[in-house]
């Protein structure tokens, strides 16, 4: 039987010990509250098509972001959001050169006052930046300390074999995964087992087939809904947010019927949610 010591003023050692123990879980959790309160918050827009803009109070990171009418015309209904406004440090990520993912207009104005202009390895230099634009060639799974943020490219499969990377962005606290206009590919659950869990995946959905190359192919050349939710599982994404969907009209060019209902219906419970964002609008952690 253990004997308790006591002390003078009749306080047994169990008694100091068990106080001690509070006073220091009480300053462990006061210390990740004070913690908490220190991390700069992450906000999330979407913009057109497949682009996104990650907002932290001094630094401001773009992915594809599109602006230029021109590329789609009228078969994309997108609002165009303007990515003039960086605040702080600029960066853009492009995750491969076909000009709805590197549109040129886009980089220009988010890094008008320069910034860094971050891309794959092997992907050829982009011409006619603004002065004090930094380019950066980022070879596969090496991490890029970008000011506040830290982005990954991780591999990605284009639906015509040219070089196309997707990302992995942390900052703020949170991790998301943007996947440009991927397919499906076995590479989800190497960068899952990496990187996972995400906070968000944003992922394309409507499952193009096109008619730009010949022979032509009824296949679809960039994830399906089902895909998408397939894969946002892998990666052990809290929420997936559709992007790269929305086109109507185009020539050689048709989406999935209906896609986003097939998203939803597609998602399981207790996997990733969904959650739908409009261009222009940002991403409800809460939700």
């Not at 098509?49 to 078969?75: C, E, Y």
């Not at 996997?271 to 222009?280: D, E, F, H, T, W």
Request: proline content about 8%; hydrophobic content about 45%.
């Amino acid at each position: 039987m253990t004997r308790l010591l006591s002390r003078g003023d009749g306080t047994s050692r169990r008694q100091v010990l068990g106080g001690g123990i509070a006073a220091a879980a009480v300053a462990l959790v006061s210390g990740k509250a004070a913690y908490a309160e220190t991390v700069p918050t992450l906000r999330i827009r979407r913009l057109a098509w497949a682009g996104i803009r990650l907002q932290l109070p001094k630094a401001t990171l773009f992915v594809d972001p599109l602006i230029d009418p021109a590329v789609w015309g009228s078969t994309l209904p997108d609002e165009l959001i303007g990515v003039d406004d960086a605040v702080g440090d600029s960066v853009v990520l492009v995750t491969h050169r076909h000009s709805d993912h590197a549109d040129p207009a886009a980089i220009a104005a988010a890094l008008a006052h320069g910034g860094t202009l971050a891309y794959a390895a092997g992907t050829p230099p982009f011409g006619g930046l603004p002065d004090r634009v930094r380019q950066r060639p980022c070879p596969l799974w090496e991490p890029q300390l970008l000011g506040d943020f830290t982005a990954t490219p991780v591999p990605a499969s284009d639906g015509y074999g040219d070089l196309q990377v997707s990302w992995v962005v942390s900052g703020g606290g949170r991790r998301i995964f943007h996947g440009g206009d991927t397919m499906m590919h076995g590479g989800w659950w190497r960068v899952g087992r990496q990187f996972g869990r995400f906070d968000a995946a944003f992922l394309p959905v409507n499952g193009a087939a096109f008619s730009f190359r010949q022979p032509t192919t009824e296949e679809p050349a960039v994830l399906t809904p089902k895909q998408a939710i397939a894969a946002a599982t892998i990666l052990g994404a809290e929420r997936i947010v559709p992007i790269h969907y929305g086109i109507a009209g185009a020539e050689g060019y048709a989406e999935m019927p209906d896609l986003l209902d097939s998203l939803r219906g597609a998602s399981k419970p207790g996997g990733p949610r969904v959650a739908i964002l409009k261009p222009g609008e940002w991403l409800d952690w809460q939700g």
